[in-house]
């Protein structure tokens, strides 16, 4: 099961994640964000050695701005949580770097709307991932579930992680998601002491009983 955490800022902060079992975690570069990177703090996350995959989280940003991050955030993945369409994608894809795309999650989403990235997911098999996440007015983090019974119906075969008010009560439901293109969980919001800051402690606990 693959693990990701979001929302990182504090450099003491991510050195202690990286000290557990994750496979992710997220830089967030949204200047409307609770969670937003600024240039001063991308500046002292560019000082660390990462060991864990870093994925920069960026809304209907340009391409410039993104490739601008690449390199001194060690960017091994993209998110785009905007309007982004899969040419978009595309032109990172072809920068050899893993894209997450994350699509807002409602009773009435059509699935079929994803023709096109299910096709760009053909073509870069283990680069492009789906986040389904709980559908906001705006963009971004709800800190709330939406209905996972919602993602039976969704029978792409581009892997998804799942998203949105995840927190440590809910390792057992995770666990038992038995869908084929299920991957892994990103984390946020309901393991935080305040935005931006993590419970190391909290985050241990839940990878424990998901790790059973």
Known sequence: MMIKVCGMRETENINALQQLDIDFMGIIRYPKSKRYVDD?????IEQLTMNKGTVGVYVNATLQEILQDIIPLQLDVVQLHGDEDSAFAKALLELDIKVFKAFQMHEDFAFNALEDWLELGKQNPGKLFFLFDTATKNYGGSGKKFNWQILDS???SVPFLLSGGI????????KNIKHDMFLG?????QFEDEPGLKNIEMIKSFIEKLRK
């Open 185 to 189: 969980v990103d984390l946020n919001s």
């Open 167 to 174: 927190s440590e009560d809910d390792a057992t439901a995770v």
């Open 154 to 156: 969704y029978n792409g």
């Open 40 to 44: 001063t703090q991308k500046s002292h």
